[in-house]
């Protein structure tokens, strides 16, 4: 392999790739039943689990719809949360921007009005919020009058505990939520087919390294990990380029564990 092989290589492996695994296509389905119902819901699980990734694969599966002179048609709208805490006006401005229009000034009633019109005319049926856990307390009547007044179904996107300690702040939004999807951890049977998934689409090495058939690596990678599928794919991404600058066309037990001292979760300090 040239110089300028191995290059465009590491750059592939260095790009996102979405995979439509069997969690996602459970995400999905059950976005479709509150899409058709119109019912809002959460979705919870821990970091690194792949909530983000599976909005986004929803995303690109509804994508908006774009009309000369009109407003587009955002059917399902995904709106990411940043900072530690989202108020109501930042909340509003968060979604103008992520709707593309410029007018995002003015105070927080003028927001919320703008927001509403705007959700209107681009005919938004799910507004997904992701990293929900980051909202204010005051924040989540909004969240509730998106339903309520709006007609527009919300699912929030967090991590478990944070945000389920915030909604059942308030009655009225954890019984509107109650219909939740819950991320799991990559265990067992599943761990192994995702990782010969990812060997197979995602790393696609000139020779195969047949890591999901080795029982030493699955149980490197599962005590690595501990069922994280965004760890799992830094670390194979990872391992796939440091295989590729040594000269070697596939991943092995050495070179898993020559970089897997470099990912450490946090709490789990070494002996």
């Not at 990559?186 to 197979?200: H, M, P, R, Y």
């Not at 440091?242 to 470099?262: M, P």
Request: proline fraction near 4%; charge should be positive; charged fraction near 25%.
């Amino acid at each position: 392999m040239t110089n300028e092989e191995l290059q465009q290589e590491i750059d592939r492996l260095r790009q996102p790739n979405i995979l439509n695994l069997e969690q996602v296509k459970r995400f999905c389905a059950w976005l479709d039943e509150r899409r058709k119902l119109g019912k809002p819901g959460r979705a919870v699980g821990e970091s690194g689990l792949g909530k983000t990734t599976s909005c986004l694969y929803y995303v690109y599966q509804n994508r908006a719809i774009k009309a000369p002179n009109q407003s587009p048609t955002v059917p399902i709208l995904y709106v990411e949360l940043t900072g530690s805490s989202c108020s109501p006006s930042l909340f509003f401005k968060t979604i103008i921007e992520t709707l593309k229009f410029k007018a995002k000034s003015g105070n927080e009633n003028q927001l919320r009005e703008r927001t509403w019109y705007l959700i209107k005319q681009c005919k938004v049926e799910i507004i997904i919020v992701d990293q929900a856990h980051r909202l204010q307390f005051k924040t989540l009547p909004d969240i509730r009058d998106l339903f309520d007044k709006v007609k527009v179904v919300p699912v929030l996107v967090g991590t478990s505990n944070r945000l389920d300690t915030l909604m059942s702040r308030d009655e009225q939004i954890i019984g509107r939520f109650a219909s939740y999807f819950s991320f799991e951890k990559l265990l067992g049977a599943n761990f192994k087919k995702t990782v010969k998934i990812w060997e197979q689409q995602i790393l696609r090495l000139p020779e195969p390294s047949n890591l999901a058939e080795d029982d030493e690596v699955i149980t490197l990678l599962q005590g690595k990990t501990e069922g994280q599928i965004r760890l799992l794919d830094q670390i194979l991404r990872n391992a796939a380029v440091k295989a590729l600058e040594t000269g070697i066309n596939k991943i092995d037990k050495s070179v898993l564990e020559s970089i897997e001292g470099d990912y450490l979760l946090a709490g789990n300090v070494p002996s």
